[in-house]
């Protein structure tokens, strides 16, 4: 008799080349330097951060440069219990979207410099940036966003529809 193979474990790898367009080798450039920067929409005036040359809600090019600050608002978060390969974050860890002071979009974070139970919505955060010398063209130029000392402020809840 055989035993029946239920799972098995395989590791798998993907390579990929990714090209920057304009606005996000902007980004990129703007960032190995310690400043964060996003574009305005022309149409509605919102900053997206970081910039990708349109903004996705008006279907408008974007071009004009916004200089963004490293502080921000955590409008929503989760709690990974799965480590990330490459990552010097240890689970349990937070990743939460923030708004930066100056965007009306948020981006995508690591959150740390406290425990995973203390983060919550409306905390303030900031940059918590690597040693300049470990500067790349990278968003992980910022190790993680973390807890600022502000008071916490009120997120506007998403309104509920039928």
């Not at 474990?9 to 606005?23: E, F, Q, R, V």
């Not at 902007?26 to 305005?40: H, M, P, S, T, Y």
Request: charged content about 25%.
């Amino acid at each position: 008799m055989i035993d029946k193979v239920e799972t098995i474990t395989c590791p798998i790898s993907l390579t990929y080349n990714y090209t920057a367009g304009s606005a996000t080798s902007r980004f990129l450039r703007a960032i190995k330097e310690g400043r964060l920067v996003g574009q305005r929409c022309p149409q509605c005036r919102k900053v997206y951060v970081p910039p990708r040359g349109a903004f996705a809600r008006c279907g408008v090019a974007t071009s004009e440069e916004v200089p963004v600050r490293d502080t921000g608002t955590i409008t929503t978060f989760t709690v990974v219990h799965i480590p990330l390969p490459g990552s010097d974050m240890k689970p349990p860890f937070v990743a939460g979207t923030i708004r930066l002071d100056g965007a009306d979009q948020t981006c995508l974070h690591l959150v740390g410099g406290c425990k995973p139970s203390d983060v919550r919505i409306g905390m303030r955060v900031r940059a918590s940036w690597r040693p300049r010398e470990e500067w790349q063209f990278s968003f992980n130029n910022i190790r993680w966003f973390e807890p600022s000392g502000e008071p916490d402020v009120d997120v506007p809840r998403p309104v509920e529809t039928d």
